[in-house]
Each structure stands twice: as C-alpha cells, then as structure tokens.
C-alpha cells in the first residue's frame, strides 16, 4: 500500500504531542550536559585543573556526551514531525527548515568526537607516553575548546532553523503567532551569538542565548498540551 501525505492527516495531535515530548527531552539532556558535566569540570584558561577534573569524574564526563547524543537521537524525529506539520504552509520553506535541521545535526553530532579526544588524550595508554602530561592536558583542554566551536558552527544552521519555523509557525494559523514570534528571536539570538563566537570570542555570552530557551521551551509544552488546531490545520491541507 502507498503511503502519502493525505494519509497522516488524522493523527497531527499524536505527532505533535510526540514531538513536544521528545523537544523537551533535548532541552532537558541538553541542560544537564553543560549546567552539570561540562560547566562542572571545565575550568576557563587552566588545562591541568580540567584534565584532572574530567580523570577523577571520567564516568561523568561520558554521561554528558550520551546525553548530548540522546539530544542528536531526538532531534531526528521532531526535525520530520515538524516538517510534516508546517508543510501546509509551505512545502519549499518545510523542507529547507528540514535540510538546515538535518545539517545541524551532522555538525554536532560529528562535533562530539571532539570531547571523546579530550578523555582519550588524559588515558594511559602506551602511545600517548611519547607526550609529557602538560603536553597531553593542553591537547584535552584544545579538543574541549574546538568544541565549543564546533557547536557554536551547528547552532548558526539551527539558528536559520529557528527563522523559518518561526515564520511558518506565524503564518500557520493553527500555531499561536506568539510563539513563531519567539522562535524568530531565537533565530537571532544563536545566529548572534555562533558569529560572535567566531569574529570576537571575548564577547559571546550565555545570556544571549536566554531567548532561545524560552522560545523553544514554550514550542514545546504547547506541542505536548495544545498540540495544532485541528479544524485549520486540515483546511491548509486541503
């Protein structure tokens, strides 16, 4: 039997709570990951302090990295749920969001073998003996560093994720415009803040990034308790 689009059009509700669901996972896992492991061991301008932190709490530091993967694993199914609602108002923009989703993805996925070199480099294997501790922890406190570059690359694609679905969603009528006008601020603030972190790191702050909590937290209680207005969201596909 061949499936279509038309033929999922009685179960956006179940999609959207599934996607609210799985958005507050990633909001949740991302959290814990920077607020308790990596905010917890790394210590700004001093390698050893954060090579010994990360050797004596190793375990930690391979929980924040799974969990930061659970965040990727999640990401997979909300990006297509997302697609699949915000189709009706536009098809071209839907899939864009969607590339630009899919991109992210890959970059911070990829990006994670960047905080598995910084535990691989503090082992004790017999290859890294060629390296003097110092040498070894400054290459740990780098790999950390490339990180948080990396991820700030990511969240620039994220941040046009966060433009488009903020314009579909305003657009979308089944949505409140509230909260596409929230994304859409979102969108900016990552954008900002991925630049600055790039062009003049000494300036990019967390709290930039504030917005975006907020925007996306509010994406996705309402997914989970008002889900879309049915009776419009089939109007758009009709």
């Known amino acids: 039997m061949k499936l279509s689009f038309k033929n999922f059009q009685g179960s956006p509700q179940l999609y959207a709570r599934i996607a609210g669901l799985l958005y507050l996972v990633i909001i949740i896992m991302g959290f814990c990951a920077e607020t308790f492991v990596r905010n917890k061991l790394f210590v700004s301008g001093d390698a050893n302090a954060t090579a010994n932190n990360i050797i004596h709490s190793e375990f930690l530091w391979k929980i924040g990295i799974t969990a930061d993967l659970i965040m990727q694993i999640c990401d997979l199914p909300v990006m297509i749920i997302l697609y699949y609602l915000l189709r009706p108002v536009s098809k071209k923009l839907a899939l864009l969001n969607l590339s630009f989703n899919l991109i992210q993805t890959a970059v911070l996925v990829a990006n994670k073998l ?58 979308s009528v089944y949505f409140p415009k509230t909260i596409g006008v929230l994304m859409t601020v979102a969108g900016i603030c990552y954008l900002s803040n991925s630049f600055i972190l790039i062009l003049a790191p000494q300036f990019s702050s967390i709290a930039l990034l504030m917005p975006c909590l907020l925007a996306e937290l509010s994406l996705s209680l309402w997914l989970i308790f008002k889900g879309v207005n049915l009776s419009v969201w089939k109007q758009k596909v009709a």
């Open 114 to 171: 960047n905080l598995l070199a910084a535990l691989f480099f503090l082992g004790d294997a017999e290859y890294l003996k060629s390296f003097t501790p110092d040498q070894l922890h400054t290459l740990s406190y780098l790999s950390i560093k490339l990180h948080d570059f990396g991820f700030g690359i990511g969240l620039i694609f994220f941040g046009f994720v966060c433009l488009l679905e903020g314009y579909l969603i305003f657009r």
